[in-house]
């Protein structure tokens, strides 16, 4: 890991502001959802910004309207309420509509996985993965540190579509060097050891106990290639499969609930089948609400998510 | 760019024609919700004739147009033959509502020229149509958007957020009008939940608001036009009072029209056949 911890929504919001000040069609749009960062922009470019208030259902379809007359939109609200308070706005108008009528729409949520530890399963978010990869025509991007946030915020205005953007709300590090333009259209990063026969595949949170796990493993003598992947809807299938077809052993680890169609499914499903020699095992939350309080790492461990837990599993999958 | 406006008399002449080709429409597709598009032909009649709505066959996404979002879409078939008349599209092409390969859907969805957004799931015409006169004014356009919907699906909590929204963004450039049949598909809405006094809401919530008979083309005309032209500085609302399945006595006066069906005879003794 490199350099000094920053919040993703820093930097997503620093990049917005510096693109904001010469491209006149950026309209930000929050929902009573704000940050130090954000204060900036609201003050740099008052008609550019509106606070919608408390309202996620009303966000989305302003979002649409603005989009509609030719504006590129970030919308921006905690993780659980953008993507679940407003589930059938963004089927209807974004979804929907966007297959119709190309827009450039960029839903931005803050608070991935267990990031909001103390607040309880209201404010988390575990299921919005699986839900936004439901729907055709969202892009589901996840990143793990900083600079990726800052990188996507450029993709997100050089691209047209709509994509949710999925932001970690604490400090981190950045897991490697900031992901260049070919591992953004790839939707993944690479790290760890070439050509090992072990894999981990993570996104967000994950990736960064994925690297404590493949320094603890390799410690022991396990070399282990790592993958933070990026892009959960539709990242570049060839080019995972030909990354990964060295392994003979593949755990996939998420800040999500197992088994519902998020990147274990995504992964089981469309990659799986095409890398038949290696053993699959997927590691993220069991399908139900913790109402525990207590650091991040406990509320992971408890799920079996600890360092230790996560090699140990590796350990076992290799011996399968 | 058009901005026909038509008299009273021809109006009315149109309206009776097009709710006619509803009938017809409904009897050769029966799936299609015919009670609630009937309850507002003279509203889309006097959109597209009556000199409100700019709006341009040949460009149907022309920048110079008004913007028109028919929020309740299920009831809008009886604007299929307008959009047809005007030359959205083909009139032949109102043969063949609900066939196999037809654009033109029980729920009409935007890949029909003329529909600007995906409508019939209530509740979504008032935030969209917020946040396009939003972009229009930033833009420094005076275009308009109309948004038009159910009483019904007032019913939905996000028109609600976004009526809320408009009038604090003074959006002068949104005329709202509700095809106010006092129906919701099950019953009466006032039974069900009811919205009563509605023009007192929107005022309540920095709206102008007006009511008018929304089966009189002239008067339509006339208090959908002042709204759009008052000096007004926030959103205006429009109430127009109709009954749902007008024209059709059978379904008028039936709290549960909503979903009734009428036979190809009955739409034969209405019509008086084929045009």
């Known amino acids: 890991m490199s350099g000094p911890k920053m919040r993703m929504r820093d930097s997503f919001l620093q990049a917005m502001k510096e693109r904001m000040a010469g491209e006149k069609d950026i309209f930000f749009l929050t929902a009573d959802f704000g940050s130090p960062v954000l204060d900036a922009v609201r003050k740099d470019f008052p008609d550019r910004f509106v606070n919608l ?36 706005q963004i089927r209807i108008n974004l979804a929907i509509l966007s ?9 931005v949520g803050v608070g991935a996985g267990y990031s909001y530890e103390v607040s309880g399963p209201t404010h988390q978010a575990l299921e919005d993965i699986a839900l936004m990869r439901a729907l055709p025509n969202i892009g589901v991007w996840s990143p793990a540190d900083a600079a990726t946030a800052a990188a996507m915020a450029r993709q997100a205005l050089d691209e047209k579509g709509v994509r949710y953007l999925r932001l970690d709300s604490h400090p981190l590090p950045n897991v490697g060097d900031a992901p260049t333009a070919d591992e953004l259209r790839r939707g993944f990063r690479l790290g760890g050891s070439k050509g090992a026969s072990v894999a981990i595949v993570s996104t967000g949170y994950m990736s960064h106990l994925a690297v404590a796990v493949r320094d603890e493993l390799e410690a022991g003598g396990i ?98 | 760019m058009s901005e026909e406006k038509k008299s009273p008399d021809e ?75 005007r030359g959205f599209f083909p009139k032949e092409e109102l043969k063949r509502v609900c066939r196999p390969g037809s654009f033109l859907g029980g729920i009409p969805d935007p890949v029909i020229p003329g529909y600007e957004t995906v409508n019939g799931s209530l509740g979504h015409g008032p935030g969209v149509g917020s946040g396009m006169a939003l972009a229009l004014k930033r833009q420094g356009s005076d275009r308009r958007v109309v948004v038009v919907t159910g009483d019904g699906e007032l019913h939905e909590g996000a028109v609600w957020e976004a009526f809320l929204f408009a009038a ?28 009563a006094p509605l023009a007192d809401k929107f005022r309540a919530f920095g709206w102008s608001a007006d009511e008018v008979d929304g089966h009189d083309v002239g008067a339509v005309c006339e208090v959908v036009g002042r709204a ?22 059978s379904l008028e006066g039936d709290p549960l029209c909503h979903i009734r069906t009428l036979t190809p005879q009955e739409v034969e003794e209405l019509t008086g056949g084929a045009p």
């Open chain 1, 53 to 88: 208030g408390i309202s996620e259902q009303n966000l989305v379809n302003v979002a649409t309207g603005l989009a509609l007359e030719g504006y590129r939109v970030v919308a921006y609200a905690i993780a659980p309420f953008i993507t679940m308070r407003c589930l059938e």
């Open chain 1, 99 to 107: 297959q119709v009528r190309p827009m450039n729409v960029t839903l």
């Open chain 1, 223 to 320: 070399p282990v290639r790592t993958v933070d992947l990026m892009n959960l809807s539709s990242p570049d299938m060839n080019a995972l499969e030909t990354a990964l077809s060295p392994c003979r052993a593949i755990l996939t680890m998420e800040e999500g609930f197992i088994g519902r169609g998020g990147m274990d499914g995504l992964l089981a499903i469309q990659l799986a089948p095409r890398l038949p020699k290696a053993k699959w095992a997927h590691a993220g939350l069991a399908p139900h609400y913790s109402f525990e309080i207590g650091p991040r790492d406990e509320l992971l461990a408890a799920n079996g998510l600890s360092r230790s837990a996560l090699a140990e599993r590796v350990i076992e999958l290799i011996n399968a």
């Open chain 2, 11 to 85: 109006l009315r002449a149109l309206a009776a024609r097009f709710r006619a080709d509803t009938l017809r429409i409904h009897a050769a597709a029966p799936e299609t919700r015919v009670a609630s598009s009937l309850s507002a032909v003279e509203i889309y009649t006097c959109l597209f004739y009556g000199g409100l709505l700019r709006h341009n066959p040949a460009n149907p996404r022309d920048p110079a147009r008004d913007r028109l979002i028919v929020s309740k879409g299920h009831g809008s078939i009886s604007l299929y033959p307008i959009l047809a008349d």
């Open chain 2, 168 to 195: 604090q963004h003074k959006l002068d450039n949104l005329v709202l009008i509700v095809d106010d049949n006092v129906r919701c598909m099950m019953d009466n809405t006032a039974r069900v939940v009811g919205l």
């Open chain 2, 228 to 249: 759009m032209a008052s000096k007004f500085e926030g959103p205006r609302a429009v109430i127009a009072h109709t009954i749902k399945g007008k024209g059709a006595p």
